[in-house]
């Protein structure tokens, strides 16, 4: 794998589209995890604006400071990159006590949060007119769907999203990442617990890798727990269809519009 070759390759598609699109940079929110690393470092090496948001809502208090000490080591490495700490808990309170309490539950609240820094995101982005980057890989946006829908799904362009998770690791070591990040597991940094997602999904992403890439016509055997990873991915990946795909449009008849 040509891993220069792909970094100047997002850098150049990064710079090309911000220029076209007449925006003077980026904004990334920074979760102190792997994807968001890599994707802020690519931003910078665009030699344009990055302005980093870390937004903690109720965070667990190790993702906040990884996500501190990558902003550092981000504005020591770059001096385009600009940084600002917003903290949401407040906001996020103030929504959470307009709602029922029996609608409360975990997914709906970690998927408010989501959705809450989505909106902070483009009220910086409006402001100074960047492009709001996405931070999801391939096998969470395009595998299994792992992303809140109109939360951290809601950006103007995904950079990373063809990457497999095992290359946004070695991209990020390439590119010299720091070791709390590059030694952290993988989190979406929505639960204050800091539960991580192969927890939540049941799988690792190594596995996921391979059951996306799993050949259903072949005829090796499997064992159980490849069965077991299997039946995971296939399941999340029909579920999570309506993230995948356009918005369905009711398409008239044209004999009804005469």
């Not at 902070?120 to 299994?144: M, P, R, S």
């Not at 720091?178 to 993988?186: E, F, G, K």
């Not at 990873?229 to 398409?251: D, S």
Request: hydrophobic fraction near 40%.
């Amino acid at each position: 794998m040509q891993h220069q070759k792909i970094i100047q390759h997002i850098v150049n598609w990064l710079k090309s589209y911000a220029e076209q699109s007449q925006t003077n940079g980026f904004v990334v929110g920074i979760s102190g995890g792997i994807d968001s690393a890599l994707t802020s470092t690519l931003c910078a090496l665009t030699q344009k604006k990055v302005f980093c948001l870390n937004m903690p809502i109720h965070q667990h208090q190790d993702e906040f400071n990884r996500s501190l000490e990558h902003i550092n080591w981000l504005q020591n490495q770059f001096k385009n990159v600009i940084s600002e700490t917003v903290n949401l808990t407040l906001a996020f309170d103030a929504i959470l006590n307009t709602w029922p309490t029996q609608i409360q539950d975990d997914l709906t609240i970690a998927n408010a949060h989501s959705r809450l820094r989505m909106l902070n995101l483009y009220a910086y982005a409006g402001h100074h007119k960047l492009l709001v980057v996405g931070t999801g890989n391939k096998i969470e946006d395009f595998g299994i769907g792992f992303f809140t829908k109109y939360g951290d799904g809601g950006v103007d362009i995904s950079p990373i999203a063809d990457l497999m998770k095992s290359t946004v690791y070695k991209l990020a070591k390439e590119l010299q990442v720091i070791d709390s990040i590059l030694n952290a597991a993988p989190t979406d940094g929505l639960f204050a617990d800091g539960r991580n997602d192969e927890t939540q999904i049941g799988a690792s992403y190594d596995e996921l890798e391979w059951a996306m890439n799993f050949n259903k016509t072949s005829n090796i055997h499997l064992t159980q727990r490849q069965k077991e990873v299997l039946e995971i991915y296939e399941k999340r990946h029909v579920a999570n269809q309506h993230k995948m795909n356009p918005i369905p449009i009711c398409k008239i008849p044209t004999e009804f519009l005469d």
